[in-house]
């Protein structure tokens, strides 16, 4: 093998094995625009959602550029402009895609009103006591 095979190899490895981490949705760190927003500002972004997001992309640029590689080491030049337009296209979308809607953005709307958070229970802490270290089915059935 030579260099010029190695280096879309390795690129290709390099890009798989990011979207394998991004697919997971950690990785930020990876995501520049991301990477340097104050932390004020990433709280206000799904971060899980712009790593899957930025995984898709990173994906189709892999195998993108495995079509480019594959059709270099074949000789069909169809098969490079099928690569080159597959890539230049995914990243165009991606672009107008990420930069425009609220679509990363956390929601208010998705959030609980605290108070539905709290627990209402007709059980006293001393009933609950004696069911937990009672095994009696009367203290049981004294809860129901």
């Avoid at 010029?4 to 995501?31: D, H, R």
């Avoid at 990477?35 to 990173?58: F, G, R, S, W």
Wanted: net charge positive; proline share 3%.
């Amino acid at each position: 093998m030579t260099i010029e095979m190695l280096i879309p190899l390795a690129l290709m490895f390099l890009f798989l094995i990011m979207s394998l981490i991004l697919l997971q949705g950690k990785g930020a760190i990876l995501i520049v625009g991301y990477n340097t927003m104050p932390a004020e500002e990433k709280a206000k972004y799904d971060a899980v959602a712009l790593c899957k997001a930025t995984e898709q992309i990173l994906l189709i640029v892999t195998f993108s550029i495995g079509f480019i590689f594959m059709g270099v080491i074949l000789q069909l030049h169809w098969l490079v402009n099928i690569g080159i337009f597959i890539m230049v296209a995914s990243i165009a979308i991606a672009l107008v895609d990420m930069n425009t809607g609220n679509r990363y953005k956390k929601s208010n709307a998705h959030k609980f009103p605290l108070e539905l958070l709290k627990i209402h229970s007709p059980i006293r802490s001393r009933d609950f006591c004696k069911v937990h270290f009672s095994t009696r089915p009367q203290d049981l059935l004294r809860l129901f």
